[in-house]
């Protein structure tokens, strides 16, 4: 049970991407584990779709690869799609026990986002082009009910950099970057930021079930599904 708990959690913090910690609930030592899971979420300017992967060794430190579609509605993207992979990495560096109530974790994760769609049908504009990086804690407590349902409430508060690169004004572009002041059409925005996000992880036999609200640059709000093996 301690091993399911744990490959579930890493993916559910990623997913937020957010966002990562999968070995949060596995002791160090135990056996390697895997997983996957999809989600979908909306935050002020776009709603996503992802798919994510994670192997945890021993319970010592996780890494895996979140990848997401996002669709814009607004902002200088809107109409364009994006898609983002991000790797990531999590290590374990207290964890609860008779003398600590709550567990805690680190994450990093670095996400390259391409952008297609930008263009009228008389030919093409450049797409714009990004990046960003996540990092940050996690700390989080264990409640079991019987032998399968346990409950994870989780707290990640991350540092939140995403870094833009638009090449083009044109007014006849699909996106909203149309109507940018520009010098030449390139412009670089770059925003530092902090991403809060409170997730009530729920686990029953290998299904687990995560919701999640808070803070990613505005108010976010999805919810993640998935599977151990």
């Given at each position: 049970?301690?091993?399911?708990i ?96 709550i ?9 390259r ?83 809060a ?28 599904v998935?599977?151990?093996?």
């Amino acid at each position: 049970m301690q091993k399911i708990i744990g490959l579930c959690f890493l993916t559910a913090t990623l997913l937020a991407s957010s966002a990562h910690a999968q070995s949060i609930f596995i002791e160090k030592g135990d056996p390697n584990t895997m997983n996957a899971m999809v989600g979908a979420g909306v935050l002020k300017d776009a709603w996503g779709a992802s798919l994510i992967g994670g192997f945890s060794y021993r319970g010592v430190f996780d890494v895996g690869l979140d990848f997401t579609r996002y669709a814009y509605t607004g902002g200088n993207a809107k109409n364009l799609a994006g898609y983002g992979a991000m790797p990531f990495v999590s290590a374990h560096l207290l964890r609860a026990d008779e003398s600590m109530p709550i567990s805690i974790a680190v994450l990093l994760g670095v996400q390259r986002i391409f952008y297609t769609g930008n263009g009228p049908s008389s030919g093409p504009v450049a797409n714009p082009e990004g990046w960003g990086v996540v990092a940050g804690p996690s700390v989080y407590r264990r409640f079991e009910f019987g032998t399968n349902f346990v409950f994870v409430p989780e707290l990640l508060v991350a540092y939140d950099y995403q870094s833009t690169r638009y090449y083009s004004t044109a007014l006849d572009q699909s996106s909203g970057n149309a109507t940018a002041t520009i010098f030449n059409g390139y412009s670089n925005p770059t925003t530092s930021t902090v991403r809060a996000l409170l997730r009530p992880n729920l686990l029953y036999k290998r299904i687990t079930v995560v919701p999640y609200v808070g803070y990613q640059g505005a108010l976010a709000a999805g919810i993640d599904v998935g599977s151990i093996f």
